[in-house]
């Protein structure tokens, strides 16, 4: 199937969603929206085909069947990752900033700050600051390059921090105390997550108590009563 029929399904509404939803997605992502986009309808009619040939009445389910392929192959693909990386890059912010605070407490400024900082971190977040300085260097102001970062940040997190770096700058407000605010913002939400996966621990061994050690206590228990019933 061709870019050009494809433009023709959907409109570039639905194509610059889908390409928004791919950047999210990192460089891991190598193709564009309209292959996806192929792929996804392809398999799909793949699907259906199958359903309708394999399954007793398959002209029922066979619709139903790809229906929920469509928007599974949507979450697996789309959804899914996004949160992964939005976690990943969560957990890689208060690192990164931390390492970007000392270096501007240095003396230098925010470009230099950071072009030092990615240096340094060998991670994801570090890596799309790295595509805004390659950016920079070919044209595009430091406001500019940020705006268009946010673009590839699946995280609301960070994206709130380099807006309130990008306003920082335009208003002229200290950046130093701007990224201890914003420090200080990623510790008390790293333990707020911390202690709501501590909350869940009791509740995760109340199922395992459940599914295994009561079963086993039983057992233990009616074992001769059973033993004795069948001799």
Aim: charge should be neutral; proline fraction near 3%; charged fraction near 20%.
């Amino acid at each position: 199937m061709n870019h050009n029929l494809t433009r023709r399904i959907y409109s570039d509404q639905e194509i610059e969603k889908v390409e928004s939803q791919l950047l999210l997605l990192g460089d891991e992502v190598k193709y564009d929206a309209i292959t996806y986009m192929n792929i996804r309808i392809l398999t799909s009619i793949l699907v259906f085909i199958l359903s309708l040939s394999t399954i007793q009445m398959g002209y029922l389910f066979a619709p139903l069947i790809t229906i929920l392929y469509y928007y599974l192959f949507g979450y697996m693909t789309l959804v899914r990752p996004r949160k992964i990386r939005t976690q990943k890059l969560d957990r890689e912010a208060l690192h990164f900033f931390e390492i970007l605070t000392l270096t501007l407490e240095s003396g230098r400024n925010l470009e230099s700050a950071l072009e030092m900082t990615v240096f340094n971190v060998d991670s994801e977040i570090s890596r799309e600051f790295k595509k805004t300085l390659f950016e920079i260097k070919f044209g595009k102001s430091l406001m500019e390059a940020l705006e268009d970062m946010k673009k590839r940040i699946p995280s609301e997190t960070i994206n709130n921090i380099i807006l309130n770096i990008t306003q920082t700058s335009v208003f002229g407000n200290s950046i130093i105390d701007t990224m201890y605010n914003q420090i200080d913002f990623l510790r008390d939400k790293q333990i707020l997550a911390i202690k709501g996966e501590m909350a869940k621990i009791p509740n995760k061994i109340s199922i395992i108590s459940v599914l295994f050690i009561v079963p086993l206590i039983l057992l233990l228990i009616l074992g001769p009563f059973i033993i004795n019933l069948l001799v």
